[in-house]
């Protein structure tokens, strides 16, 4: 089948007409299909503008790369990227986005991934560790050698 083009008939009817994109994983955007949606907050976009800045060119590049490519859920994947970034450091961050950029990639698990396999141990704040009563007497005090395996 090579169809550019798709048509649902209901009745001898033409109920909805849609292009179909050559591209895997892509589609294309029919500005009818999207009237009357209630939009995003105003002001939100260039709010996630501001925030992916900071890793520079490639922040920047990631944004304009997502909205060119019309990725659904932009918004979403944005902010659960920015989430995962904090406690990264800055440089891996902008590999991470840069990789997803190469390859069109701008959800929100193609960049878990990559930064994970980055291998980069991410920095933990210890004031958000959480640890029981039972546990808090096995740690070292200030200046210790770090905590070991316990059998």
Not at 31 to 48: M, N, T, W
Not at 75 to 88: F, M, N, Q
Not at 93 to 106: G, P, Q, S
Not at 134 to 143: F, N, T
């Amino acid at each position: 089948m090579n169809a550019d083009c798709l048509k649902v008939v209901d009745g001898g009817k033409i109920i909805a007409d849609h292009r179909i994109c050559p591209y895997r994983h892509q589609f294309i955007k029919d500005a009818s299909h999207f009237q009357g949606i209630v939009r995003r907050r105003r002001g939100a976009l260039e709010d996630y503008r501001r925030q992916f800045q900071r890793y520079g060119e490639a922040g920047i590049n990631f944004i304009n790369g997502g909205i060119e490519d019309c990725h659904p859920n932009l918004y979403y994947h944005w902010r659960k990227i920015l989430d995962l970034s904090e406690g990264y450091p800055e440089e891996a961050v902008k590999t991470a986005l840069n990789h997803c950029l190469d390859y069109r990639a701008f959800s929100f698990s193609v960049f878990r991934n990559v930064l994970g396999k980055l291998q980069i141990r991410r920095e933990i704040d210890p004031s958000m560790v959480t640890v029981c009563g039972r546990c808090r007497e096995d740690l070292p005090a200030a200046g210790g050698t770090g905590i070991g395996k316990v059998d």
